[in-house]
């Protein structure tokens, strides 16, 4: 393989795929393929994370693919939702490609992610704006937009498994 040989690359990551998880139809370069993926084991989701996101990346930046890239990082997401990165990717494709449903799924998810209300609450209106203009779908924007005014109420406090990754705050403990 010579250097900047990028589909030679990335015929090595679907083959590092197919050694992680074993046979499956179709090739990482087919969008359908990646779509029908189906990784169980948690133990291989992190490897398979990683190789789909080198994929995904190449795609993206070296081999001018965006419809592919988008899709390699929507499956990322979907084996780790928590992966803000692979969802700002996804959201900058999604923009790009004009999937204004996935953008606006995208966007709440973020939005869920995210520590600080006013983070959140930009995310849930940016997803909300689109699903009444891109997408006609008033019903989607209202509980989004719900959402975002409700933030810093009990309701959308930041989820009790994300309280561990806040920052310390001296203050709590002078108490």
Aim: negative net charge; glycine residues 2%; aromatic residues 6%.
């Amino acid at each position: 393989m010579r250097l900047g040989d990028w589909n030679s690359y990335f015929e090595c990551l679907d083959e590092e795929i197919r050694l992680l998880i074993g046979p499956f139809e179709g090739r990482l370069s087919n969008e359908t393929a990646v779509r029908q993926l189906d990784i169980e084991s948690e133990e291989l989701k992190p490897a398979a994370v990683e190789i789909m996101s080198d994929a995904a990346f190449i795609a993206q930046s070296e081999m001018d693919k965006p419809e592919l890239a988008h899709c390699l990082w929507t499956k990322v997401t979907e084996l780790t939702p928590e992966q803000v990165e692979a969802l700002q990717k996804r959201i900058e494709l999604a923009r790009q490609l004009n999937r204004y449903e996935d953008l606006a799924n995208a966007l709440e998810t973020v939005g869920e992610l995210l520590l600080e209300p006013e983070n959140r609450k930009e995310k849930f209106e940016e997803a909300a704006q689109i699903w009444v203009e891109k997408l006609q779908n008033k019903t989607e924007a209202e509980r989004l937009r719900q959402r975002a005014q409700n933030m810093g109420e009990p309701d959308e406090q930041i989820p009790d498994d994300k309280q561990a990754s806040q920052p310390f705050s001296p203050e709590e403990d002078e108490e």
